[in-house]
């Protein structure tokens, strides 16, 4: 007992360990719903202890997987008709609603059925850097029911439940594709077709996991563009889903070849039962490479068309409330008693519907149990950020957008045309190089251009609600512009007094005069 005391404790396992065996926990949590099925069948009302529902579960997920598309998933009804069979050879004196009502059970079980947000939870724990050992949640799903092009629900399932047919968990999908195809070829050459058919459905596997990544990336384009990194991840993605089906198609089309050969040599009827049906399997492969390939093909129109739809969609019919000048500033100059009621107004419809929280007793127990967690007084520290300055790339200097306003600081009474303003901007900008600070008579003309096709659709209620006296405005009269280096329309430019500084002025002359009075 003394030599066991003495020994030192031996230190925690390390980061690559603690990885590989939260996978192991992850992968056996994903097998735990299947095991469920076999434990809770005791609590249908009936004799159901003669059925291995395990084994229907993963009927039910191999189904849905072979069934649902690339746009759509698989249809329920379905998959409870192909899954009827299977129930009924486990049980065939019994009715066929009792086989249906297995079906049912089964699926909705795997859908997790009665659930809030229809998934399950494993807890499993990993050490950190410190040796501390932390309890985790795993969230997952295998199989989702997801809505249709066509407005109906279909089935999808998800890459847990593709990793529990395949006897894998978070396998890189390029990788264990290429160790399943060169898998399939040696086996067939060996004859042994019996092993090669269940590497040819891990492959077919494999490519239905490719094909719901890159739908996923698309789907999430769809509803917001920035939310997808199109600029490595997808690209990367796209360029080496292409490479990999490349590369599938001359490896599929030699397998097909020596299986088509195993199959016309073999004598026994076994071996050419066998030979046929991965001959449909590796069709099958076949046809969802060329169909993903349609969609990476599709992918990069798709971002651009999504780009253009989500920047350039025409505004809301309807217009948004301006808070400062139809609420705020009327508000402002009402007494108090009248002030309240078109605020109770907004704020009634403003907030929107509350929708009411329903307690239950096992949530309120734990929140009841549950000890507080103490928090520092100041909060998390925060870190330092790491400032740039920001490089001086802007194309006008100072001077000149100083040359510019000047010339624009026009008398409200004397509108100019914009010919006569290059004119100036040209003589102006040569005066400036000579006196030695930036001066180009060209790039001050541009300036000045600017200015005033900006001033073409002035922002007046902007202008107004700040306070401005003036306002820069330029008109098109039908005048062509007559400039070496611009063309268009020879504007008129000029300055518009703005109505709140007469309405200021006014209020000003009232005060005086009560003042006075």
Request: glycine fraction near 8%; charged fraction near 30%.
């Amino acid at each position: 007992m003394t030599a066991i005391a003495d020994q030192p404790t031996r230190p925690a396992p390390g980061p690559a360990a603690d990885e590989g065996l939260a996978r192991r926990l992850k992968a056996l949590a994903c097998t735990a719903p299947l095991h469920d099925l076999d434990s809770r069948k005791v609590n249908l009302a009936g004799e159901y202890a003669s059925y291995t529902m395990a084994e229907v579960g993963l009927a039910a997920i191999d189904l849905v997987t072979l069934n649902m598309d690339f746009d759509t998933g698989a249809d329920r009804d379905i998959v409870l008709a192909r899954l009827l069979p299977r129930i009924a050879a486990q049980n065939p004196g019994r009715a066929t609603a009792e086989h249906e009502r297995v079906a049912r059970w089964v699926l909705e079980s795997l859908i997790n059925v009665g659930s809030v947000d229809r998934g399950f939870r494993a807890v499993y724990g990993t050490f950190g850097p410190d040796g501390e050992y932390t309890r985790r949640d795993y969230d997952f799903k295998l199989i989702e029911e997801v809505p249709g092009q066509d407005g109906g629900v279909y089935l999808r399932t998800t890459d847990e439940a593709v990793n529990v047919l395949v006897g894998a968990l978070d396998t890189d999908v390029t990788s264990a594709q290429i160790a399943a195809e060169v898998k399939l070829e040696v086996l067939i050459r060996r004859g042994r077709l019996a092993d090669a058919q269940l590497a040819a459905e891990q492959a077919r596997y494999r490519t239905v996991q490719y094909a719901e990544t890159l739908r996923r990336a698309l789907e999430a384009t769809r509803r917001n563009v920035r939310a997808v990194d199109w600029m490595e991840t997808v690209p990367d993605l796209i360029d080496e889903a292409l490479d990999h089906i490349a590369d599938r198609y001359r490896h599929e089309n030699a397998i097909l070849t020596n299986i088509r050969k195993a199959r016309d040599e073999s004598v026994d009827g076994e071996h050419k039962r066998r030979a046929a049906e991965l001959v449909d399997i590796v069709k099958d492969c076949i046809r969802r490479h060329t169909q993903l390939q349609t969609r990476l093909l599709e992918a990069g129109p798709l971002f651009r068309a999504e780009q253009d739809r989500q920047a350039f969609a025409a505004p809301a019919a309807r217009s948004g409330i301006d808070l400062y000048g139809q609420l705020l500033a009327p508000v402002l100059t009402l007494p108090l008693g009248d002030a309240t009621r078109p605020t109770d107004a907004f704020f009634a419809r403003a907030t929107g519907l509350r929708t009411p929280v329903s307690v239950r007793v096992a949530d309120l127990v734990d929140l009841l149990l549950t000890p507080p967690v103490e928090r520092e007084h100041l909060g998390a520290e925060l870190p330092e950020p790491d400032l740039v300055a920001t490089p001086d790339d802007s194309r006008f200097s100072e001077a000149q957008l100083e040359a510019a306003l000047d010339l624009l600081d026009l008398p409200a009474d004397a509108p100019r045309r914009l010919s006569g303003l290059l004119a100036d901007a040209r003589s102006r900008g040569a005066a400036l190089g000579e006196d030695g600070e930036d001066g180009d008579g060209e790039e001050l003309a541009y300036l000045v251009a600017l200015l005033a096709v900006h001033a073409a659709s002035p922002p007046v209620g902007t202008a107004y609600r700040q306070g401005e006296e003036r306002l820069l405005f330029a008109v098109d009269d039908g005048t062509r512009l007559d400039d070496p280096g611009f063309g268009g329309a020879d504007l008129i430019v000029g300055s518009a007094l703005l109505d709140a500084v007469g309405m200021a002025a006014d209020r000003k002359d009232a005060k005086g005069t009560g003042a006075a009075g």
